[in-house]
Every structure is written in structure tokens, then in C-alpha cells.
């Protein structure tokens, strides 16, 4: 007798990060609470891409909680703009810290493994908070960096969308001057 499965290996995890290096805009989408190797307290968090081509790609991080790398943790909080006594203690709920997140901007970059310094791998290098992003009305998030990398073509779509008027003595081909035109009309106006 014959048993057959139909497998769909297209969205298969294949361990590490496959994003290329840049900024990404996410949502915290998962906190746990784990043990690290060393048998440390940490806790693993999982980011979800939240607008551009991996929009759903699924991002994560670790914080070791102990106290000589708890300053990580703390400036992540703070970043997302959770509420808590920077100075005090606290019981941290895991699942009203999702509630409560705020987006935050993820760095990849291929790094040093950190047991194989030959070997390079793509990893969360940075977090921080997503106040240099705009959303646009359908949703899409962008930041300065990811509008300094646009084509004429993206740089169009956002000033059609955002009704914004160019200046007559700007060149529209010049792609450089309008990267600049658009961060500065959105950055600056909203």
C-alpha cells in the first residue's frame, strides 16, 4: 500500500536568515521565554516584515538576560515604547509585551559566526525604533535608508501617492535630487 504526502517546499525554513542586508520595518509577532547553551536565561523574539518585497518574512532575535547583556533588552523596551521602570524591577508578561510593541526598525548584516569568525552569516545586528519610517495611506511602510535606494520609478509612485507638488526648477529624471525632495516633503511634513 502506497502512502503519499504532497509537500510544498517553496516557503521551507531553511535555517538562518534569508533576507538580503538592510532595514526592515516589523511587528514583534512572538516572545518566549528559553534557556540559552550556556544555560542562561533569555528570551527569543520573533519580528514579522511588515511592508516591501518579504512582506510576512519572519525575522528573529535573542536577549540574554543576565545582568552584564541586560542593558540590550532594556534599550529594546524603550524602543518599542513599553512601559516599565527603567530604574526598578519588573514582571514582564510576554504576551502584553506583543500587545504593546511598538514597530521597530531591524538591521540585517552578514556578520562574523560567532563560533566559526571564518564563516559569515546574516543576522539581526541592531533594533531600534522605527521613528525615521513613514507609512503611506495603502499601508507600506518606508524608511530614509530604503527612499535613498528607490529607482525614479518607486520615487514617482510615492509622490503620486502622496499628492506631493514638485518644485518646477527640480529635475524630475534626477533621481538623487528627488530621493532628496521626497525624504524631505515627508520626513518634514508629517
Not at 530604574?87 to 510593541?101: P, S
Request: aromatic share 8%; charged share 35%.
Amino acid at each position: 500500500m502506497s502512502h503519499k504526502i504532497k509537500l510544498d517546499f517553496s516557503k521551507a525554513n531553511q535555517g538562518g536568515i534569508h533576507v538580503p542586508e538592510g532595514e526592515y520595518i516589523c511587528k514583534l509577532i512572538n516572545a518566549v521565554s528559553k534557556t540559552s547553551r550556556q544555560g542562561t536565561p533569555q528570551i527569543e523574539l520573533s519580528f514579522e516584515i511588515v511592508s516591501g518585497v518579504h512582506k510576512g518574512d519572519v525575522l528573529k532575535s535573542w536577549y540574554a538576560l543576565t545582568e552584564a547583556a541586560l542593558y540590550r533588552f532594556k534599550k529594546l523596551l524603550e524602543d518599542m515604547r513599553i512601559e516599565f521602570d527603567p530604574d526598578g524591577e519588573m514582571d514582564l508578561d510576554l504576551d502584553g509585551m506583543i500587545d504593546q510593541a511598538s514597530a521597530v526598525c531591524l538591521l540585517v548584516k552578514e556578520e562574523p559566526h560567532y563560533n566559526d569568525p571564518k564563516k559569515l552569516v546574516k543576522k539581526v545586528s541592531d533594533i531600534y525604533e522605527a521613528t525615521d519610517a513613514i507609512v503611506d495611506q495603502d499601508g507600506t511602510d518606508y524608511t530614509k535608508n530604503e527612499i535613498r535606494q528607490m529607482d525614479i520609478h518607486d520615487l514617482r509612485f510615492i509622490i503620486k501617492h502622496r499628492e506631493l507638488e514638485i518644485p518646477s526648477e527640480l529635475d524630475a529624471n534626477d533621481v538623487s535630487k528627488m530621493r532628496d525632495f521626497v525624504i524631505e516633503q515627508v520626513f518634514e511634513n508629517d
